[in-house]
């Protein structure tokens, strides 16, 4: 039950919400919330014109100044991949453009911005700009440029600078830098226990991107051990100490939490608890998933803010939505995603025989990047779940396809490729990761690049 008038807590939230329209209850509770902005996810997601009604219907609610984002990356996290361009992951882009010269990642950028633009969105999570240090990082892989500071910086920039030509605002993740990382903060805590020198090459990256104009940038929770230098009790979302010395001593935009209800945060007290401790650590923004109805319960229990921060979120908010796009929309860019994927992918051995798609079995893991619905179109049948598979109830010498597979996850499917390789004919493996057991690295890209592994085929 709401207490009191909640303005003031509200303006340090970013909430999402379930569903694709403004019900009745649910405008009852925005409307208490007042909260600065909101992020949309797949559930709220339908169709280009039902998106242009809400964000328009949540403007009309809420004030024209709402922050209105999205997590949109490109590979693996595009949470409007059912109403946009099919974007190639940071990586790929990045592959692309050393192999070509061409300027992929002002590409990548300009046409995710303008249609976000399109859609009435005005911020965007990304780009990421973690190093790609840690070849067994759950959560990083193909969202990263490089595992190199200079090239992270170079595209980051260019990816960065696109966006906001759009019209759009650029979030920079995940301060400072999540890379290197062997758990995902999702599902729990994650230790980066690095030497003070890797340490300031991933934080390079956000500096450079700083200096370079960044007005908005995400923490992390993420647990950090620099060798000689810090070690940290809390994760660096909640850390005043270290987000004052490390970002705010040199940063004078906004800083966005990660989502807070994620697994890394579960042993710091209750939402209310962290969200006090986040404000007092000059977090401008907290972000919310779906759960509305917690962050109403936790608004109603702060009562202590900073006018500092107050005044600042107000003014962010304005730039936001001040933005205009200074882009024409008049690049095939669809010709240049499908590009980016031709030159991305990394055949590891020549295939011998060409992929009779009809007549190829699919195998996907319990955690494919590949929605079944676009696997039943490309190949025309019912993949076969990896936890399923049989070797004895397979046609000897079969020709197999294995999709979704994530070669740091667990040591029994390391062990299952190799089964299938002594019965089969495993023609194919999407990797998260590089390695010598995958045929193809689809760097998160992976109805663009079946396309171009089918016409090579």
């Known amino acids: 039950m709401l207490k009191r008038d909640l303005k003031q807590a509200g303006d340090f939230f970013i909430v999402g919400f379930e569903g694709g329209l403004l019900s009745a209850e649910l405008k009852h509770k925005l409307a208490a919330l007042k909260p600065a902005g909101v992020i949309l996810y797949d559930c709220n997601i339908e169709s280009k014109a039902q998106v242009k009604k809400l964000i328009q219907d949540l403007k009309a609610l809420l004030g024209p ?10 590979g693996r996290v595009q949470r409007l991949r059912k109403i946009s361009t099919n974007l190639p992951s940071l990586r790929a882009t990045a592959i692309a ?18 249609e976000l633009k399109e859609l009435g969105f005005n ?14 990082n759950p959560i990083i892989g193909s969202r990263s440029f490089s595992s190199k500071p200079e090239e992270v910086i170079n595209y980051g920039i260019k990816m960065h600078d696109a966006i906001l030509q759009a019209g759009v605002m650029p979030c920079i993740k995940h301060f400072p830098g999540h890379g290197a990382s062997a758990e995902d903060s999702h599902l729990g805590q994650a230790l980066v226990k690095i ?30 051990d620099i060798e000689g230098h810090y070690k940290s009790q809390v994760p660096v979302s909640l850390d005043q100490f270290f987000l004052e010395n490390e970002l705010r001593s ?8 990660d989502e807070i209800t994620m697994k890394a945060l579960a042993r710091y007290g209750s939402y209310a608890q962290v969200a006090k ?26 009562n202590d803010f900073s006018p500092a921060l107050a005044q600042r979120n107000f003014l962010f908010k304005k730039e936001c939505s001040s933005l205009k796009s200074f882009l024409e929309n008049d690049t095939d860019f669809k010709a240049l995603m499908l590009e980016i994927a031709k030159q991305a992918i990394d055949i590891k051995s020549p295939l011998e025989k060409k992929i009779q798609v009809n007549d190829c079995i699919v195998l ?6 590949l929605e079944l619905g676009l696997i039943r179109k490309i190949f025309k ?34 062990a299952l490729l190799e089964n299938i390789k002594k019965n089969h004919q495993l023609i194919y493996v999407e990797c998260e990761q590089a390695s010598d057991h995958a045929d193809i690295n689809l760097n998160g890209c992976s109805e663009l690049h079946l396309e171009v592994l089918l016409a090579q085929s």
């Open 364 to 369: 996907v893991s319990d955690h494919q990047k």
């Open 65 to 74: 100044d709402l922050i209105v984002s999205v997590d949109q990356e490109g």
């Open 277 to 302: 401790t986040m404000l007092d650590a000059s977090v401008n923004f907290i972000v919310w998933n779906t759960n509305l109805d917690q962050a109403i319960e936790v608004a109603d229990e702060l």
């Open 381 to 414: 049948q019912e993949p076969i779940k990896l936890s399923d598979y049989q070797s004895s109830r397979l046609k000897a010498g079969s020709q197999i396809l294995v999709l979704g597979f994530n070669l740091w996850h667990l040591p029994q499917e390391l």
């Open 250 to 257: 040199k940063f004078d935009g906004v800083v966005f939490s």
């Open 97 to 114: 453009s050393k192999k070509t010269g061409i300027d992929y990642a002002s590409h990548h950028g300009s046409l995710l911005g303008q």
């Open 195 to 224: 030497a003070k020198l890797e340490y300031l090459q991933h934080r390079s990256c956000f500096d450079e991107l700083i200096k370079a104009g960044a007005k908005a940038c995400m923490a992390a929770h993420i647990m950090l």
């Open 123 to 136: 911020l965007v999570f990304a780009p990421c700009l973690d190093l790609n240090s840690n070849p067994r």
